[in-house]
């Protein structure tokens, strides 16, 4: 059980009382802006008091991909700030019973292996890729196959290529013609403007296109 990391952050009496009651789980309160090192661990997890930290803190937290339990004293707190948790982050509302937080826990980290093997997040941005979908703030649109692969390629690279895309995207050459890139960039461009009122998803610099964050 050891090998389960879980970071608190915003209540260091929180963390001691893990500790104290033998959760057998390596427990660490983490003050703000504090790095998490997962490297060479099976399971991390955070349990965050968010009302306890700066607001422009807990988003940043949220934006990290890893299993989280949101705690709350105030039960309108998400809905007042305007956020949206993901499939893999929890709220509870405290006070809560402290000897069922292992089976909440195993809820949350098994949610998180189930969408590292089907879904994908880019920035504010969450992919279904089994079911083409991006969504953000509640909102889904559907997306094409050649859509999904073009997003998915661009995924944690600092700029690709036209041709390089083709090839990797539609398997063209060099001697092919390219309209097909351009009319579903603009395509997928102009979806992502109309659902999400985002014009700057994918952007083009010096003849390689990225995704752009925020």
Same mark, same amino acid.
């Given at each position: @059980?050891?090998?389960?990391h879980v970071y608190v952050y915003g209540s260091n009496v929180f963390a001691t009382l893990l500790i104290?009651?033998?959760?057998?789980? +390596?427990?660490?309160?983490?003050?703000?802006?504090?790095?998490?090192?997962?490297?060479?661990?099976?399971?991390?997890?955070?349990?965050?008091?968010?009302?306890?930290?700066?607001?422009?803190?807990?988003?940043?937290?949220?934006?990290?991909? @890893?299993?989280?339990?949101? @705690?709350?004293?105030?039960?309108?707190?998400?809905?007042?700030?305007?956020?949206?948790?993901?499939?893999?982050?929890?709220?509870?509302?405290?006070? @809560?019973d402290i000897f069922s937080l292992k089976e909440i826990i195993k809820i949350i980290t098994t949610k998180?292996?189930?969408?590292?093997? +089907?879904?994908?997040?880019?920035?504010?941005?969450?992919?279904?890729?089994?079911?083409?979908?991006? +969504?953000?703030?509640?909102?889904?649109?559907?997306?094409?196959?050649?859509?999904?692969?073009?997003?998915?390629?661009?995924?944690?690279?600092?700029?690709?290529?036209?041709?390089?895309?083709?090839?990797?995207?539609?398997?063209?050459n060099k001697n092919l013609e390219s309209h097909a890139f351009e009319t579903h960039l603009h395509r997928?461009?102009?979806?992502?403007?109309?659902?999400?009122?985002?014009?700057?998803?994918?952007?083009?610099?010096? +003849?390689?296109?990225?995704?752009?964050?925020?």
């Open positions: @059980m050891k090998d389960i104290e009651i033998g959760t057998g789980y +390596s427990i660490f309160f983490k003050e703000e802006n504090n790095s998490e090192d997962s490297s060479n661990i099976k399971d991390v997890i955070r349990i965050i008091f968010p009302e306890k930290l700066k607001l422009s803190e807990f988003k940043k937290l949220l934006k990290k991909d @890893m299993p989280t339990l949101v @705690m709350l004293d105030n039960k309108n707190f998400l809905k007042e700030n305007k956020l949206v948790l993901l499939s893999f982050q929890q709220s509870l509302l405290l006070p @809560m998180y292996k189930f969408f590292k093997n +089907s879904k994908t997040i880019i920035d504010t941005y969450q992919i279904d890729i089994n079911q083409r979908i991006i +969504s953000r703030d509640g909102i889904d649109a559907k997306l094409t196959e050649k859509e999904l692969n073009l997003i998915l390629a661009l995924k944690n690279t600092n700029g690709l290529s036209k041709s390089f895309l083709l090839k990797k995207v539609w398997n063209y997928l461009r102009q979806k992502i403007k109309k659902c999400f009122k985002d014009n700057k998803f994918i952007v083009e610099n010096n +003849s390689l296109y990225y995704l752009c964050r925020k």
